[in-house]
């Protein structure tokens, strides 16, 4: 074996240190290369020397230093005080139990045991011959075979001398994580099962294609210089033989799902392409047998060929693709860090958390399913299933949804939901289901495909029976398998589907969810969109709008109202936060201690700072006459004056409202600008709704209604209204209570609330507060809908010319095997570049919603 | 009687035997990964691995 693995196993008797960088354990000695003191980045640091598992970690480090981001390690150490090494719990433990993990293990006839496991920081030759060189030193590991292409790594080991989780902690000493592999990896290996089936009927179909040639060749040379008869026979009918063998064994696939069509009665692509095989091998019989005429089992045989590798590059393409769609719908395939009862934690895939399971969310990380906060506090981000934006406080007791991304430190939770039955598996099943949704386009497709593929018989039979006339049958034969290969209805049949599963896919990634495939063919056309105004086009609660009085006047207001959980203060709150930060003062705001904070019912809050008397709240009580308040209620409806006295004297006035949103003017716009009609139609029945339509209007936006104190079900009959004008109807809304409206329109749009409810019921949910998104979604749609007729065009254009090529006799089956495929993979490639969601534009990212 | 007649068939029976030896090897895997073989052959001291491998096993 090699000494430098020799010299690491010796050093791991070593007095042990932290990696700077990753804090995995390493080893110190004088001369070790495992343990690299910092050198690169000595300018940037003074203190005790820094030492480091690998080159690696330490590129990394000098390289963080260099960018001035080192503040990422004493933030790390913030954010999470139990931060240890990652990695390392993460290669071992999750080998420690090798059922639990999901992992395969093949016991052999001798005892030994063969597992296969995912490779984590392999990167060439030289990682796969060290690991393959450790066998010697691990006793009862008998052999490790690395897979470079899918970084997997194969064990043999005994199971009674050794484990693979002692190879994985011998492993991460070099930094070589070992884990079970994926579920990707898993599903590739059933794919690569296929694979190989295509590999081996290929190989069989060119041995006997290409034997088949050779004959036909012997033939033709024949024919020209002359042969015995008896030769002739002899060649006739091996080739025939030949030929019969092709069809019948690397052929049958095409037979098979040929015969499954006519059962099933639903036309398929194959039996145009099974015909053409069956002509061809009743023709190179009768040839066979009867001694005249041209040969057939040559075509007959590299037909068959040429179909299989089209094919197994059709399954590629095909796969391909729905890999990359299975990645952009897999929403919870999280790994979850589970605790056994003793403490132990081990690394497993989210769907096998039952309801019981204690797991650790760490910081950062998300949580993998519902359940209850055990231990810990924190705060999460909701927004992937409640459409809330800000940071949640999640305190031990309260319920949390998988999906949650946790943000600030490590909880436990125990799990009262599987992954499938919580809230993020019936989104992701839910939004699954559409993609598998017939729509009306992709019923179309199947009609028209139906129907074509009757006419290619039809024109089959048209074209055998005219050339036979005119040139007898081997011409006919020829060309009627041409023309039965080229015509292929598979582009029509494909397109339409995969379109419309890439664009929900995609809109997915951007926190649209879609539960109806028609929703989208729905947005392609404009109509008229109808919003709600609270929580969609303002923020559905209060805030400030203004301030006028002195500045310095704020920290005290801050000093009383933090001691406050009124949504006045806490927006008053917030607004002088946001102040702060914004004029980058740090007044002494957190020294100003506010004394005998008293709250008035309904009028204020009174409280004492700096030993002046402060009172916050409503302007009226302190200093107006009755017919004054009178009057300021009648002016002040859309917005709520709060006045800050000092002594008792008005120094302030705050003014709140529920504000718009930033940026709602220009999505109206935006869509107005697509030919859509805009509508408000709200429940609130205060004039606000009115002055936020008049301050849309002003910045130029035409609303068709704007209408004010709605009742769900009125909503309802404005949007039949509206729909029975001939127009496409689109609510949008929150979830919950435009319920009604969201179902009876032509397509709901849920933007606020639980996701799966509001999935429910309308068949969009926009996951994040973006209004800029809807002008996306529908030009998204808009796009899928014209690539899938881009795709018809195309298919109908190509099968319009060559199979009158075909017919005409410009085509030899051979060029038309080669072409079927062709035109398929041109479809795939057309609906997959399709630009349903083109990326993000700057002006998009930069004005994001908090 | 031809020699044709004896050639052909054994043509064929050496032609199927490389198909079949072909089938082998898509069978066991060895097409899957044409990647590390490729360094293995550079690399690898199997004769010592293998003799320190009945050694300790």
């Keep these: 074996m090699s000494p430098t693995l020799e010299e690491a196993c010796n050093r791991a008797t070593g007095s042990t240190v932290r990696c700077a960088h990753c804090g995995l354990e390493t080893q110190v000695s004088g001369r070790d290369t495992w343990a690299l003191q910092e050198q690169a980045s000595s300018e940037a640091t003074e203190g005790p020397p820094k030492y480091f598992c690998c080159h690696g970690c330490m590129g990394a480090y000098s390289l963080i230093h260099q960018l001035g981001l080192e503040n990422f390690y004493s933030l790390r150490a913030l954010l999470d005080q139990d931060s240890q090494p990652v990695r390392k719990t993460k290669a071992s433990d999750s080998l420690k139990n090798l059922r639990e993990s999901g ?294 007791g309260q319920e949390v949804f998988g999906g949650s991304l946790n943000l600030k430190s490590t909880i436990e939770i125990t799990v009262l939901k599987s992954a499938h039955e919580g809230r993020l598996g019936q989104i992701s099943s839910l939004v699954q289901q559409a993609t598998s949704d017939r729509t009306p386009l992709i019923q179309l497709a199947d009609r028209v495909g139906r129907v074509f593929v009757w006419v290619v018989l039809a024109l089959a039979i048209g074209t055998c029976g005219t050339w036979w006339a005119i040139q007898g049958p081997s011409v006919a034969i020829q060309r009627t398998v041409s023309l039965l290969t080229i015509a292929c209805p598979c582009a029509l049949a494909l397109a339409a589907p995969l379109v419309i599963t890439v664009a929900i896919g995609r809109a997915a990634r951007e926190k649209i969810w879609i539960r109806d495939g028609n929703a989208l063919e729905r947005l392609s056309k404009p109509g008229l969109i109808c919003f709600d105004k609270t929580g969609t086009l303002t923020f559905g609660e209060l805030r400030v709008v203004d301030w006028s009085g002195p500045v310095e006047l704020l920290p005290s207001v801050e000093a009383i109202q933090s001691q406050s959980e009124h949504p006045i203060a806490k927006a008053l709150v917030e607004f002088i936060r946001l102040e702060n930060a914004h004029a980058k003062e740090q007044v002494s705001a957190c020294l100003l201690k506010a004394h005998s904070v008293e709250l008035e019912v309904g009028q204020g809050i009174r409280g004492i700072v700096d030993g002046r008397e402060v009172f916050i709240g409503r302007i009226d009580s302190q200093s107006q006459t009755q017919t004054q308040r009178q009057e300021q209620d009648r002016t002040d409806e859309v917005y709520r004056k709060v006045g800050v006295f000092v002594d008792g004297n008005l120094q302030g006035v705050f003014r709140l409202g529920d504000v718009q949103r930033p940026g709602v003017a220009k999505a109206l716009s935006a869509l107005q600008q697509r030919g859509w009609k805009l509508a408000i139609l709200s429940g609130d029945d205060s004039p606000h709704v009115q002055s936020l339509g008049l301050e849309l209007q002003k910045s130029g936006i035409d609303l068709e209604e704007c209408l004010g104190g709605l009742s769900p079900e009125q909503k309802k009959e404005h949007l039949d209204r509206f729909h029975a004008l001939g127009l496409t109807t689109v609510m949008i809304g929150d979830g919950i209570n435009d319920a009604i409206a969201l179902a009876s329109a032509d397509v709901g749009i849920a933007v606020r609330g639980p996701s799966e409810i509001a999935l429910r019921n309308a068949p969009i949910y926009m996951g994040a507060n973006h209004l800029e998104l809807i002008p996306r979604l529908l030009d998204a749609s808009t796009n899928a809908v014209q690539a899938i007729h881009r795709c018809f065009a195309a298919s109908l254009f190509y099968n319009c010319i060559t199979i009158g090529l075909a017919a005409t006799g410009y085509i030899h089956p051979w060029i038309a095997a080669v072409f079927m495929p062709i035109s398929g993979i041109t479809v795939l490639l057309m609906a997959w570049t399709a630009r349903t969601f083109p990326p993000h534009s700057k002006s998009l990212t930069q004005t994001t919603f908090e | 009687m031809s020699v044709l007649y004896i050639a052909l068939p054994i043509a064929i029976l050496l032609g199927a035997a490389g198909l079949w030896a072909c089938l082998r090897c898509i069978k066991t895997g060895q097409y899957e990964d044409l990647e590390a073989d490729s360094y293995r052959i550079l690399l690898d001291d199997q004769p010592e691995l293998s003799k320190h491998d009945t050694k300790s096993s």
Aim: a positive charge; charged letters at 20%; hydrophobic letters at 45%.
């Design chain 1, 103 to 396: 992992v395969e293990v093949q016991t052999l006839s001798d005892g030994t045991c063969r597992v296969r496991l995912g490779v984590e920081g392999l990167h060439c030759a030289a990682c796969s011959w060290l690991i393959e060189s450790l066998p010697p030193s691990i006793p009862g590991l008998k052999s490790a075979r690395v897979r470079l292409s899918d970084r997997s790594l194969e064990l043999l080991y005994d199971p009674l001398r050794t484990e693979p989780f002692r190879v994985a902690e011998y492993l991460t000493k070099f930094g070589y994580v070992l884990g079970p592999m994926h579920q990707e990896e898993l599903e590739d290996r059933a794919d690569r099962r296929l694979r190989q089936e295509h590999w081996y009927w290929i190989a069989i179909a060119f041995f006997l294609a290409a034997n088949a040639m050779w004959i036909a060749i012997s033939l033709y040379a024949g024919e020209a210089t002359g042969i015995a008869r008896e030769h002739e026979r002899f060649l006739r009918w091996v080739g025939a033989i030949l030929g019969l063998l092709s069809a019948a064994f690397p052929g049958r696939i095409f037979f098979r799902s040929a015969w499954q069509s006519i059962k099933t009665r639903i036309p398929h692509v194959d039996v145009p392409v099974a015909t053409g095989l069956l002509v061809g091998t009743i023709g190179s019989l009768i040839g066979a047998a009867t001694g005249k005429g041209h040969v057939y089992f040559d075509s007959l045989a590299s037909l068959v060929l040429l179909l299989r590798i089209g094919r197994y590059i059709q399954f590629r393409a095909q796969y391909r693709s729905g890999m990359s769609i299975a990645k952009l719908l897999r929403f919870h395939d999280i790994e979850a860090v589970r605790v056994t009862a003793e403490g132990q934690k081990a690394t497993v895939p989210a769907r096998q958390l039952r309801p019981g399971d204690r797991v650790e969310v760490r910081s950062g990380s998300m949580i993998p399913t519902d359940g209850v906060i055990s231990k810990g506090q924190t705060e999460l981000q909701t927004a992937f299933i409640t459409g809330e934006s800000r940071p949640q406080r999640a305190m031990q």
